[in-house]
């Protein structure tokens, strides 16, 4: 019976550690790594200042997401603190942070790379 409590008591505290998702969550989409947000492969995250302030849309579609590809959601994907999800144009749905659509660079080439910083002065890693 003692173990039995102790198991309970383990299980208990292990799922309300898992509750809150924030980036370094293994639950969270992705994850604070040198001070940036990463994906799971650790390529570096995006957002981009002309997407709404509310998270409800990501203007980043056609050949802008060739570029600039979405952090997609797995399907089933639901909503956890910071984090959102935006349903883009043709449906598929799309992370958010803070209510910024996530995005990769598609010249990034390496975990650590950045080079999309700054580009046409509206695009910034995500932190």
Request: net charge positive; aromatic share 8%; with cysteine.
């Amino acid at each position: 019976m003692k173990s039995t409590h102790l198991y309970g008591l383990a299980l208990a505290s292990l799922l309300s550690l898992t509750a809150c998702a924030t980036p370094g969550d293994t639950m969270a989409p992705a994850r604070l790594q040198g001070g940036m947000l990463v994906g799971a492969n650790g390529m570096t995250l995006y957002t981009l200042d002309r997407d709404p302030a509310d998270g409800s849309k990501s203007t980043c579609i056609g050949p802008c997401s060739t570029n600039w590809p979405p952090l997609y959601a797995e399907a089933g994907a639901k909503p956890m603190g910071a984090w959102t999800l935006v349903t883009r144009d043709d449906g598929r749905q799309q992370w958010a942070y803070k209510g910024k659509p996530l995005y990769y660079w598609s010249k990034d080439k390496a975990p650590g790379d950045a080079g999309g910083e700054g580009m046409a002065n509206v695009w910034h890693v995500a932190r």
